[in-house]
T-cell receptor
Framework: DQQVKQNSPSLSVQEGRISILNCDYTNSMFDYFLWYKKYPAEGPTFLISISSIKDKNEDGRFTVFLNKSAKHLSLHIVPSQPGDSAVYFCAASATQGAQKLVFGQGTRLTINP | KAGVTQTPRYLIKTRGQQVTLSCSPISGHRSVSWYQQTPGQGLQFLFEYFSETQRNKGNFPGRFSGRQFSNSRSEMNVSTLELGDSALYLC?????????????FGSGTRLTVV
């Protein structure tokens, strides 16, 4: 039972354009959502998070949008840079009581020069 | 400050053997969580330790076990290795281990079972 899904295994975007990565979840108990970036042979690096009391959070070139009614979140990267090429994971948690993250399968983002 | 240290980085084992992986958290962090990453599966939660107590466990067989020491360092053990156990094993440390807040991941241990 995949509670967090990233339906696009890969995404290719031109440098300078917007990258949009999507994530869907099924568990309505999730109240905290995170995006991680991962390079090969390294651990995931935290990018940005959002609490369920918000619908948008912005940090520089990265913005996360949360649509609770649709159980959908997205990560926007503007403008996309070659160094953004990596695998991106969305993750969710129910912060009251749970001590774990539930991850999606990941989306490989490639930024083309 | 020093990050999360996982040792060894790479490991090759034979089916049926057992293996122990180590994770040293960031100084002051009392929670250590373990995840398994396999292609196409994302990261799957194994277990979480806080102050030497296992607080949460994922849906893995009993061959997977762990422990945490008084200095917060953690080990995970996999017995009777199977080919399907080949994966990247990641640990994450945090102050409280609450819902992924403040997680810092190590670089992982790549386990190959042959």
């Amino acid at each position: 039972d995949q509670q967090v899904k990233q339906n696009s295994p890969s995404l290719s975007v031109q440098e300078g354009r917007i990258s949009i990565l999507n994530c869907d979840y099924t568990n309505s108990m999730f109240d905290y959502f995170l995006w991680y970036k991962k390079y090969p042979a390294e651990g995931p690096t935290f990018l940005i998070s959002i609490s369920s009391i918000k619908d948008k959070n912005e940090d520089g070139r990265f913005t996360v949008f949360l649509n609770k009614s649709a159980k959908h979140l997205s990560l926007h990267i503007v403008p996309s840079q070659p160094g953004d090429s990596a695998v991106y994971f969305c993750a969710a948690s129910a912060t009251q009581g749970a001590q774990k993250l539930v991850f999606g399968q990941g989306t490989r983002l490639t930024i083309n020069p | 400050k020093a990050g999360v240290t996982q040792t060894p980085r790479y490991l090759i084992k034979t089916r049926g053997q057992q293996v122990t992986l180590s994770c040293s958290p960031i100084s002051g962090h009392r929670s250590v969580s373990w995840y398994q990453q396999t292609p196409g599966q994302g990261l799957q939660f194994l277990f979480e330790y806080f102050s030497e107590t296992q607080r949460n466990k994922g849906n893995f067989p009993g061959r997977f076990s762990g422990r945490q020491f008084s200095n917060s360092r953690s080990e995970m053990n996999v017995s009777t290795l199977e080919l399907g156990d080949s994966a990247l094993y990641l640990c994450a440390s945090s102050l409280e281990g609450r819902g992924g807040i403040g997680y810092t991941f190590g670089s992982g241990t790549r386990l190959t079972v042959v």
